[in-house]
């Protein structure tokens, strides 16, 4: 599986930004995928998670970004998006794209985003 991720910029604090992530490769196999950032200094962590049990779509998001952040998924282009509202300097971060099925962890190779004035 790779994964390809776009649109990191700069953008100022209240605004909105919109990632995306393209899946290519064996994504038959892909029960989830996910948002990470990392902050300079500090540890990865999960933004977003779209997971799918049982036929069912499960989001879940880290309560830092409840309410601001949506991650969705378009099956047909193989591609998870995540919407940013509302940003705060505190969401300047390298965002990974991440997939995970049975076996194995895939990561894309991060985007950017600086919230700043």
């Known amino acids: 599986v790779q994964l390809q991720a776009s649109g990191g910029g700069l953008v100022q604090p209240g605004g909105s930004l919109r990632l995306s992530c393209a899946a290519s490769?064996?994504?038959?196999?892909?029960?989830?995928m996910a948002w990470y950032r990392q902050a300079p200094g500090k540890q990865r962590e999960l933004v977003a998670v779209?997971?799918?049990?049982?036929?069912?779509?499960?989001?879940n998001y880290a309560d830092s970004v409840k309410g601001r952040f949506i991650i969705s998924r378009d099956n047909a282009k193989n591609t998870v998006y995540l919407q940013m509202n509302s940003l705060k300097p505190d969401d300047t971060a390298v965002y990974y794209c991440?997939?995970?099925?049975?076996?194995?962890?895939?990561w894309g190779q991060g985007t950017l985003v600086t919230v700043s004035s």
């Open positions: 991440n997939a995970k099925d049975l076996k194995n962890n895939y």
């Open positions: 779209s997971a799918v049990s049982a036929a069912v779509d499960i989001t």
């Open positions: 490769g064996s994504i038959f196999r892909i029960n989830a």
